[in-house]
């Protein structure tokens, strides 16, 4: 393959943020009721610095969107609609992944979807990532035939380098199939031709763990070429890491061979309840955030340690804005604010 593609970091400028949002469809209207107030914080933050594309399930959920946000004062100049059915929230999973080609045009790469090994309904949200680019009139490759691919399941230094856990990627255990037959090396190639990098780290993880199978997002992020945010290892090992990942981990190297250095943030004090008052049997993790314009995204529990974690994440974003967002009952699904965002960078579009 000559054409190979640059994925851009998730920390340089976007046109936007596409947001997935919750419907009754699915779950019920309890569901929905109970994890709403999610999106229409990150919506109100969001909107002051970038677009904020909002998938619709139908034109009534549209109409009650509309409603809710002008209930909440939020400003409609930069916000936009998009109506496409969808199983779930989840779009950094099965949304579009936006790169560059080599001449720094924005097209759409899409991936397969197939709810975490067909673990969920997938059929709608498999289609969004071709529904957007026909929407937007941006050039689409269509990967669905070579590989399932999940926007949660890698993280990229910006700089060369893609880390991911195998269990989300390429495990053959039942249950958590995401491309049958699939190998590392064919992975890798996948990854070095489609993101760019030249170097891919690999974490065993744990299949079945979780429904993603352990997706890296949840307890290690980029912050830049040199740089990153994670755990430390007790509360790795309490989130299922192995000593061999965390070990992997905590000397990986990017494209120089230099060792990362390391930021650590704590997992939440206590075990998360929700904001309706159900105990669940976990501890949160703040890695899941999402850097946008000016702003940074950051899961937050109700917990003595969201302000620990809160000052810390800022300390490594000066020229943005930290803002907490209430995940305690999005966090009992399996997500916080990184599993339920999508940036489009900021480019011309190619066609």
């Given amino acids: 393959m000559s054409q190979t593609y640059y994925f851009p970091e998730e920390s340089s400028l976007h046109e936007g943020t596409w947001l997935q949002w919750p419907h009754h469809h699915q779950h019920g209207?309890?569901?929905?009721?109970?994890?709403?107030?999610?999106?229409?914080?990150?919506?109100?933050?969001?909107?002051?610095?970038?677009?904020?594309?909002?998938?619709?399930?139908?034109?009534?959920e549209k109409k009650r969107i509309l409603h809710i946000l002008e209930e909440n004062a939020i400003p409609m100049k930069n916000i936009d609609f998009k109506i496409y059915p969808t199983d779930d929230v989840w779009?950094?999973?099965?949304?579009?992944?936006?790169?560059?080609?080599?001449?720094?045009?924005?097209?759409?790469?899409?991936?397969?979807?197939?709810?975490?090994?067909?673990?969920?309904?997938?059929?709608?949200?498999?289609?969004?990532?071709?529904?957007?680019?026909?929407?937007?009139?941006?050039?689409?490759?269509?990967?669905?035939?070579?590989?399932?691919?999940?926007?949660g399941a890698i993280e990229t230094d910006g700089n060369g380098v893609l880390m991911a856990?195998?269990?989300?990627?390429?495990?053959?255990?039942?249950?958590?199939?995401?491309?049958?037959?699939?190998?590392?090396?064919?992975?890798?190639?996948?990854?070095?031709t489609y993101y760019g990098v030249s170097k891919v780290i690999w974490l065993d993880g744990v299949t079945g763990l979780d429904v993603t199978d352990m997706h890296i997002d949840g307890f290690m992020k980029f912050i830049d070429k040199d740089t990153m945010i994670t755990m430390d290892d007790e509360d790795l090992a309490e989130m299922g890491l192995s000593d061999k990942d965390i070990n992997t981990l905590y000397t990986a190297t990017n494209v120089k061979g230099k060792e990362y250095k390391k930021v650590y943030v704590p997992a939440t004090k206590n075990k998360v309840k929700t904001a309706y008052g159900k105990q669940l049997d976990e501890k949160g993790s703040y890695v899941n955030y999402y850097v946008a314009n000016k702003i940074v995204l950051v899961p937050n529990y109700g917990d003595p340690n969201d302000k620990v974690a809160n000052k810390i994440i800022q300390d490594?974003?000066?020229?943005?804005?930290?803002?907490?967002?209430?995940?305690?009952?999005?966090?009992?699904?399996?997500?916080?604010?990184?599993?339920?965002?999508?940036?489009?960078?900021?480019?011309e579009l190619a066609k």
């Fill in 316 to 347: 490594q974003y000066p020229t943005r804005k930290v803002i907490g967002i209430d995940v305690r009952n999005l966090y009992e699904n399996g997500g916080m604010v990184h599993c339920v965002t999508q940036q489009q960078p900021a480019g």
């Fill in 91 to 151: 779009i950094r999973d099965n949304g579009p992944i936006f790169v560059k080609d080599s001449k720094g045009h924005l097209l759409i790469e899409d991936w397969g979807f197939n709810g975490w090994g067909e673990k969920f309904d997938f059929e709608n949200c498999d289609e969004t990532p071709q529904r957007i680019g026909k929407d937007i009139g941006a050039k689409v490759i269509d990967l669905n035939e070579e590989m399932v691919n999940e926007g």
């Fill in 29 to 60: 209207k309890v569901y929905r009721e109970r994890v709403e107030q999610t999106w229409i914080d990150m919506t109100k933050a969001l909107q002051v610095n970038e677009k904020v594309h909002i998938i619709a399930y139908d034109e009534v």
């Fill in 165 to 192: 856990c195998k269990s989300s990627v390429i495990s053959q255990k039942k249950g958590s199939v995401r491309t049958k037959g699939i190998t590392q090396q064919e992975a890798e190639e996948m990854f070095k």
